[in-house]
């Protein structure tokens, strides 16, 4: 009588078992060896392979998920009825005001002033326009508290700013307007200086609508009101030439998008610059504008419409 000692296994290329980058395998292998007193048969003593496939995440190429510009339906671009209620709100709060400049005016036979503090504050809301582009073009992320999901709103546009065309007018004015009803509201009861309120009112307006101004500075003319071309080739409004200039290379200039009449004695001035090298110095922050522009900067043309939009 013999007994057999247990058989190792032979190798054996898994060549032919297929494999996955994202896939990992995992073969069971089971070896069978029987004690006998006759000679072993061919059967007794096989190599049995059992693949077994696991589905787990690679954790080496992580999976990016793809982010492109906002589809025509897309809801971001729809106006709610929260959104109309907000920019009723502010024209209700700027009709008020203006028509209590212009009763003020009426009852002190005073119209020089107001008219005088209109044109400062239609200057002004240009002027707080670009310093406030600037700012959030140039420092913070979508984490910011307060302003982070204009600044990411405002990256996205760099990319995409024909989508700012198809955008809503409520969804495009109601957080301006809801900043306008909160801060003109109580000036407007408080105060009853036709002059102050000729201010108030021209400059709170400018601030409000200066995103549609924006949205028309991104328009063709012949999809634009012929009274909008009017007063852009004006230079009353921001134009589509001129605005055209901020989303070129280097993307440090013509920040104002009311009427644009700032954004000459800003640029010549170098005031933004200057504000910059003060941050940097004190705080250390680098602006956006002084890197070359990542992915995030260069514009995409508009594949839907399969036309240059001029801006």
């Known amino acids: 009588m013999s007994i057999l000692k247990q058989h190792r296994c032979p190798s054996r290329s898994l060549t032919h078992i297929p494999t996955s980058p994202r896939l990992h395998l995992a073969a069971r292998l089971t070896c069978s060896a029987t004690t006998t007193t006759t000679k072993p048969k061919s059967s007794q003593n096989q190599l049995v392979i059992e693949p077994r496939l696991e589905t787990k995440p690679d954790s080496i190429t992580p999976i990016i998920p793809s982010v492109g510009p906002p589809l025509s339906n897309d809801p971001s671009l729809q106006s709610t009825w929260s959104h109309r209620a907000w920019v009723a709100s502010g024209c209700t709060t700027l009709f008020f005001s203006l028509a209590k400049t212009v009763t003020g005016a009426a009852d002190t036979h005073m119209w020089f002033e107001p008219i005088v503090a209109g044109y400062v504050g239609y200057v002004l809301a240009d002027l707080l326009s670009g310093v406030y582009h600037w700012g959030i073009d140039n420092y913070g992320d979508a984490t910011t508290p307060i302003f982070g999901s204009q600044i990411e709103g405002f990256q996205g546009h760099h990319k995409w700013p024909w989508t700012i065309t198809r955008r809503q007018f409520a969804n495009n004015l109601h957080a301006l307007a809801r900043s306008i009803t909160l801060t003109v509201l109580p000036i407007e009861i408080l105060c009853n200086d036709p002059v102050i309120q000729g201010f108030v009112t021209v400059c709170a307006g ?106």
């Open 206 to 311: 400018c601030i409000m609508f200066s995103q549609q101004f924006h949205a028309w500075s991104h328009g063709t003319k012949s999809k634009l009101p012929p009274l909008v071309v009017a007063l852009q080739d004006a230079g009353v409004l921001v134009s589509r030439s001129q605005h055209s200039a901020h989303h070129r290379p280097p993307y440090n200039s013509n920040y104002c998008i009311v009427s644009g009449v700032c954004n000459e004695f800003l640029d010549k001035n170098k005031v933004f610059e200057a504000l910059e090298m003060i941050i940097f110095f004190k705080l250390e922050v680098r602006p956006r504008s002084w890197s070359e522009p990542g992915a995030e900067w260069i514009e995409e043309m508009d594949e839907a419409q399969s036309q240059v939009t001029v801006h």
